[in-house]
């Protein structure tokens, strides 16, 4: 866990002091060092011991002046022992720093010393940080071994361990393949022994050959006994619970079930849960993809795709664990592909399963859909000795001939992700028939690609520039480059609305190259004049995940002889966390030219400090809809002075838009924002001519 965690993650203080002052002076120290906090004061030992003990702070510090450490601190240290404890002294302080770490203080630091406090706090944080990713990765670890564990058992392969030729363990496909009970029965066997003489001396040669350094082998074998197996070995080098040992995967020959089986006997496995080989699992995406299209071309009736969720999956992990959830999961998708008869089903993921089914119209297939729904409702059954009643969520369409089945699925994920989100669980959706056709929309995109081409040919895009102004008395000039088109009559286009088209046919990469070309030659121009300017210019998706991009953009960059300071490229966030990897490497290939960074419409998505973590950005501009009301609010006020103090805590310069009025400008420069932008100031214009000299 990198030590900057702490500089990006707001951290719980608790400060045990009597004296409020005294206490917001230290918490105040903690932020001019970086450290963002969220602050609570007490001098209630009790308080403070149940604040610990339920996981309310991060760390705590305590000052001399509190008494009755002596009782309290072993009674923390048992609830919270992994929470750090600092205590502040005073010069003629009684604490002496062996009394002070016998009662589980965590470090004892002079109360006048800020530095020392401030590394004291980061250290701490870091340990804190280290033992929740220890934590995370324990559990991750244990979770792993359960899934591992579950389709081990689950396997159709015989599959079993050996350690110096002895059996350690085996599934149940491998028991009963060879006849045995239960895995202590096996357990100690030697696999020599169930194997015929003429097997054994070839299962000889084949650990020969592991020995002498081979990673995988395999064999056709025999074993020994009244009912001989015919099938094939497989032996590779892996571990058992930590356990250096070799597996072994069996694959039996079924064309000999009829010299193994007495006549009249059935070849099934007398368990159906035992072979447990629904048909869609072996079907997978790709063979239900083709399974669909086969039966939606030999049927008359319109081809529709349901996509079903089990409800409430992660509260039945947490009550069932994972093995139980998924037995859970595998008896509802029995029952589910019975239900489906004849149309093709398959297991998405472990709680979620896609069927196509034939219907003469949207309400059949709804109806098709709801019988399934109150099927599976219906179902009663026990796991773990606790009654079981699974709930189905249902998302369905019809499928389009020009999106065909595996677009529509995405479609109808997307539906039943909203529907999740939205708590309509138990209930079955087929999504209406949309207002304006596909082929009217394509048309459209069409008529706007178009546009776009002639737009860039004949060079009729056109460039608006917005001035940022500094609040912190930066004297340079910095406009932000906005792009705008028109239409055959002249009238302004959305952005939007082209620029999503252009993404969406991978065509908004030329477009911002023209913007880059443009805007640097505008730029070089002004600045021949003896002016000081910068331009942030916004680039889309399509150029952040081009692998060329970046190497043409230096070359026109040295073309135009400018400062690799003097333009600085802007990313949104959603397109920065849809293509986090990209967009960081990206932002890194800046750094490598000595060019910034910046991102843009921050603090849209739930986390947006954890996608900042990620990438290496100078400039942080803040979405518009952050400061819509904060005149007159304090909560979103106090909630905009907290990012801007924890961006600039992180080293991110602030940029904020959209300001429309006085009130808000001054509410930015008391919250400390490096740079503000809006209609207030200036409105895009076609040439950079703000002034920026003028006394605001």
């Given amino acids: 866990m990198s030590a900057q965690l702490s500089q990006h993650v707001t951290t719980r203080l608790l400060i045990a002091e009597k004296s409020e002052n005294s206490a917001y002076a230290l918490d105040s120290t903690l932020r001019d060092a970086g450290i963002a906090t969220k602050l609570t004061i007490s001098d209630d030992l009790a308080h403070i011991a149940q604040q610990v003990s339920d996981g309310h702070c991060d760390i705590v510090l305590l000052t001399d002046k509190i008494d009755g450490l002596e009782q309290i601190l072993p009674r923390i240290r048992e ?40 590394l004291a706090v980061k250290r701490e944080l870091e340990h804190v940080c280290q033992q929740e ?20 058992q689950g396997s159709k392969a015989a599959i079993a361990y050996i350690h110096e030729g002895m059996h350690i363990h085996a599934n149940e496909g491998y028991l009963e393949l060879f006849g045995y009970n239960d895995v202590d029965e096996l357990s100690g066997e030697s696999l020599i022994d169930i194997l015929a ?71 099934e496995p007398a368990d159906s849960e035992a072979q447990d080989t629904p048909r869609s699992d072996a079907l997978e995406l790709p063979g239900f993809v083709k399974a669909a299209e086969s039966l939606f071309t030999n049927d008359t009736d319109n081809p529709y795709l349901l996509i079903c969720a089990l409800d409430n999956y992660t509260e039945l992990q947490a009550a069932y664990g994972l093995v139980g959830a998924e037995v859970i999961c595998r008896k509802v998708w029995h029952h589910l592909i019975e239900l489906a008869d004849v149309f093709p089903a398959t297991r998405l993921n472990n709680n979620q399963f896609a069927l196509a089914i034939t219907a003469a119209n949207r309400d059949v297939a709804g109806q098709t859909g709801e019988r399934i729904r109150k099927a ?93 102004i500094s609040l912190r008395g930066d004297s340079d000039e910095h406009y932000e480059v906005f792009l705008r088109m028109t239409d055959s009559n002249g009238a302004q286009i959305q952005p939007g609305r082209f620029l999503q088209t252009a993404i969406d046919n991978n065509v908004a990469g030329k477009i911002d190259r023209w913007v880059i070309l443009q805007s640097i030659k505008m730029l070089s121009v002004h600045r021949a004049k003896g002016h000081a300017t910068r331009l942030t210019i916004n680039l889309t998706a399509n150029s952040v995940t081009d692998s060329e991009f970046l190497q043409w953009l230096g070359v026109a960059i040295k073309a135009a002889r400018l400062p690799s300071d003097a333009v600085i490229f802007q990313v949104t966030e959603k397109d920065a966390t849809t293509y986090l990897r990209q967009t960081r490497e990206f932002v890194e290939g800046l750094r490598n030219m000595h060019c910034r960074a910046s991102l843009s419409r921050f603090g849209l998505i739930e986390d947006p400090f954890e996608t900042l973590r990620h990438l290496p950005v100078d400039m942080v501009k803040l979405d518009g809809s952050c400061i819509e009301g904060i005149d007159d609010d304090k909560e979103r006020s106090d909630k905009l002075i907290e990012d801007i103090k924890k961006l600039q805590g992180s080293g991110k310069l602030t940029v904020v838009p959209m300001v429309e009025n ?35």
């Fill in 79 to 118: 609830q919270a022992p992994r929470t750090p404890i600092l205590l502040l002294t005073q010069e003629q302080s009684s604490w002496t720093i062996p009394a002070a770490l016998k009662i589980g203080i965590t470090d004892v630091i002079p109360a006048s010393d800020a530095e020392h406090l401030a």
């Fill in 133 to 152: 990713h220890f934590a995370q990765v324990r559990r991750a670890l244990k979770e792993a071994e359960q899934r591992c564990q579950l389709l081990l």
């Fill in 662 to 696: 006085a009130n808000v400008l001054s509410t930015l420069w008391q919250a400390g924002a490096n740079y503000i932008q809006g209609h207030y100031l200036q409105e895009p214009t076609t040439n950079m001519d703000y002034d920026f000299n003028t006394e605001e």
């Fill in 197 to 267: 003489a003429e097997s054994a001396a070839e299962l000889k040669v084949q650990l020969k050959a592991i020995r002498n350094g081979a990673n995988e082998t395999n064999f056709n074998f025999v074993s020994n006994g009244d009912k001989p197996v015919h099938g094939n070995m497989t032996l590779a080098n892996a571990q058992y619970e930590g356990e250096q040992c070799l597996q072994i995967t069996v694959r039996q020959e079924h064309n000999n079930a009829s010299t193994t089986t007495p006549p009249g006997e059935s070849t």
């Fill in 376 to 468: 599976i409702s219906e179902m009663i059954f026990e796991v773990q000795d606790k009654t079981v009643r699974p709930t189905l969520t249902i998302a369905g369409d019809e499928v389009d001939e020009q999106a065909g089945i595996s677009k529509t699925l995405d479609i109808i994920y997307q539906d039943l992700l909203e529907m999740l989100s939205g708590s309509q669980a138990n209930v079955t959706k087929i999504k209406a028939p949309v207002e304006m056709s596909a082929t009217s929309e394509n048309d459209d995109a069409r008529v706007i690609l178009r546009q776009i081409t002639d737009a860039i040919e004949n060079k009729a895009f056109m460039l608006l520039f917005q001035p940022i």
